[in-house]
């Protein structure tokens, strides 16, 4: 097997994944639906006025994540979880090589998320009166978010669905590893909206980077012992 | 460690030097001045206990490390006894650092870096065992667990040292941070305290740590299933 | 693809104090058919999951030997084929679109020509190719199963019950294409049932 074809396999891993969830739809409808009734919740018993103004940058960057947050574990386990329950994970294992796997479920979840942004981020501005000055620069933390949160998610679902495959599980091991990466996001996503220079994120978005970047290469080390028995 | 006497000589050491320890924390070191009280005195078993958390987070990830490469029981033995101790000595020092905060600034609480540093630790080795709780088979357990540290161990460096840049700012400046870090002159004979019990609590973190170990060691060899 | 032989020496597993698998010892030659016979709970499918690297052995070992001398663990999957009753395909895809996918996983390029004609041959009517296969039945799934296992042609083949789910065509076109197949690979067939019995060059009893 030659390293051209590498691309080639985990792109038909995350064909397989796209297709079977346009088909089913179970996590889209999971994590959209979580964030939804989080988002209304929220919404309605705050709201834009409830906030004192000088709390507002605070609460509102933190509130936006915790939404995300939340939705993204009620969903971003079932990639590998569905592939123990149906007994399609060993089908997988004796066909395509570990890293094609990681590779190709890493992508889906991440376009999961960027879904779920595409999809809470613009309605909570507008539910929440959250007026955002530098628009650039949080695309630029919602994405690189996305690709940090993605990575960390992925390799848990991995081991979690190799034990357990609860959804609490999930969250229980997810949450101490996140934590940094939330207070980054939480931080940057403020600066994004105090300033429209896009200088402002830096630090944060200088954070996100490496710790998204250290557990990528970490979990290419790991999968294989997580997947194989 | 194979003489029984020496184990045992050592054993009495140990338990003289703790107790040397405890009656300097309370009469040898003097008052710090600026603190309420006596209170100052729970730094001596304050830092120890957070340093041996950190301690047995490193033996943990050297064993994990170890066991993903070579498979050896032995090597999940030693990850697991380790990760024991880390959950018992982060507990006690979030607990006395909580109580030492609410003594001095009425508030069991700040938010300071280095308390949610070692309260996230505490999450993690919590984690590690419900994680292990939850795989009966035992090699899966070891290398899932192991995998786990390694990731956790991964990420603990961006919490400890760059969130602080961004998040420190914000933040009002403690006098003492949770692990002791002292901003103000430190008294030699507080120094001498203060050192004295950390190596007391090193040696009883090993002491612990090899006993879990000789008792697991005993029960493969038991099975039968050691590889040496 | 070359050939590959399996050779496997004292193999044994054990979950905690259960003894799964008692130790044995085998080899898989190229152009043999290996039938793995016993009672059930005697670890058959233990030990051909210990021969495809799904599994490791508690003792003894496994070694791959290819024409460039022995395979690292890692790339055993590529020589390999397998189908078993705890192995599934995705039921959200259709037939094509399934083994389009193995294929593809593989390395290799397969067209809808071939590949339906792989299902034919297994007995699929190419009406039935284009539906998902949640909506198969048990017997459809499993030829399904075993085309995925061979769309390859692996040099190392392992079937834990073969037949299962199938009706006497099924079996008759299982049959053929083992026959097909065993002139290159080397194959291991995990089995109670007496009319795959009869395809062993050699045979492995296990015992509780």
Not at chain 1, 178 to 189: D, E, K, R, S
Not at chain 2, 34 to 41: D, P, V, W, Y
Not at chain 2, 177 to 188: C, D, I, N, R, V
Not at chain 3, 77 to 105: C, I, K, Q, W
């Amino acid at each position: 097997m030659r390293a051209s074809t590498l691309l080639s396999e985990i792109l038909a891993v995350l064909a397989k994944e796209l297709t079977a969830e346009l088909r089913s739809r179970v996590a889209l409808n999971a994590i959209g639906l979580f964030g939804l009734t989080t988002l209304i919740a929220v919404a309605y018993q705050i709201g834009p006025y409830q906030i004192q103004e000088q709390d507002r940058p605070h609460l509102l960057s933190a509130l936006l994540w915790i939404i995300l947050f939340f939705a993204a574990t009620s969903g971003l386990s079932r990639v590998f979880v569905k592939e123990e329950d149906a007994h399609t994970a060993k089908t997988l294992r004796l066909a395509a090589r570990p890293i094609a796997v990681l590779g190709g479920k890493y992508l889906f979840n991440l376009i999961l998320l960027l879904a779920l942004d595409a999809l809470i981020v613009p309605l909570y501005c507008a539910l929440m009166g959250y007026a955002v000055r530098g628009v650039g620069g949080l695309l630029l933390v919602l994405v690189t978010g996305a690709v940090a949160l993605a990575a960390t998610t992925t390799i848990v679902a991995a081991i979690i669905a190799r034990a357990s495959g609860s959804t609490t599980l999930f969250a229980i091991l997810s949450v101490p590893l996140v934590l940094p990466l939330l207070v980054m996001l939480i931080q940057g996503t403020r600066a994004a909206a105090a300033s429209s220079e896009l200088a402002a994120v830096l630090p944060a978005l200088q954070g996100i980077v490496s710790l998204g970047g250290a557990v990528m290469i970490v979990s290419v080390y790991l999968f294989p012992a997580v997947w194989h028995d | 460690m194979t003489d029984n006497r020496t184990r045992a000589l050592l054993h009495w050491v140990l338990g003289g030097w703790v107790l040397l320890v405890i009656l300097a924390a309370f009469f040898y070191a003097p008052s710090a001045t600026g603190f309420k009280g006596e209170s100052a005195r729970i730094v001596f078993f304050h830092v120890p206990q957070a340093w041996v958390a950190v301690l047995a987070f490193c033996v943990n990830l050297v064993a994990s490390v170890r066991y993903l490469r070579k498979r050896n029981p032995l090597d999940d033995v030693r990850a697991a006894a380790a990760a024991r101790l880390g959950l018992v000595f982060s507990v006690l020092a979030t607990v006395t650092g909580s109580i030492f905060a609410n003594v001095m600034w009425n508030s069991f609480w700040n938010w300071d870096p280095r308390e949610v540093s070692i309260a996230v630790l505490l999450l993690i080795y919590a984690a590690y065992f419900a994680l292990r709780e939850a795989i009966p088979d035992e090699e899966r357990r070891a290398s899932l667990s192991a995998a786990y540290a390694v990731l956790a161990f991964v990420t603990m460096p961006f919490l400890v040292f760059v969130v602080p840049r961004i998040y420190w700012s914000l933040h009002p400046d403690t006098i003492i941070g949770a692990t002791g870090k002292l901003k103000l002159q430190m008294e030699s004979r507080m120094l001498q305290t203060l050192l004295g019990s950390l190596v007391g609590f090193t040696g009883l973190f090993f002491w612990l740590y090899t006993l879990d170990v000789r008792l697991a060691r005993v029960r493969l060899a038991r099975r039968g299933r050691e590889e040496a | 693809m070359s050939g590959v032989s399996v050779e496997f020496k004292r193999v044994g597993k054990r979950f905690g104090d259960r003894t799964v698998l008692a130790a044995v010892s085998g080899t898989l030659l190229p152009g043999q058919v290996l039938v793995v016979a016993g009672p059930n709970g005697a670890g058959k499918s233990t030990l051909l999951n210990i021969l495809a690297g799904v599994l490791r052995p508690s003792r003894g070992e496994v070694v791959y030997r290819g024409s460039d001398g022995p395979v690292p663990r890692a790339h055993w999957f590529e020589h390999l084929g397998m189908a078993s009753p705890d192995m599934a395909v995705y039921e959200e895809l259709t037939a094509l679109e399934n083994l389009h996918l193995f294929a593809r996983l593989r390395g290799l390029h397969r067209s809808d020509a071939d590949l339906g004609a792989l299902l034919e041959e297994l007995g699929l009517g190419s009406r039935e190719h284009s539906r998902l296969v949640g909506t198969y039945s048990s017997g459809m799934k499993q030829r399904v199963k075993l085309a995925q296992a061979v769309l390859h042609v692996p040099a190392v083949l392992l079937l834990d019950e073969p037949s299962s789910n199938l009706d006497g065509a099924g079996h008759e076109a299982t049959a053929g294409l083992v026959a097909r197949l065993r002139e290159r690979a080397a194959v291991a067939v995990a089995t109670n049932d007496p009319r795959e019995i009869t395809w062993a060059d050699a045979r492995i009893d296990l015992a509780l």
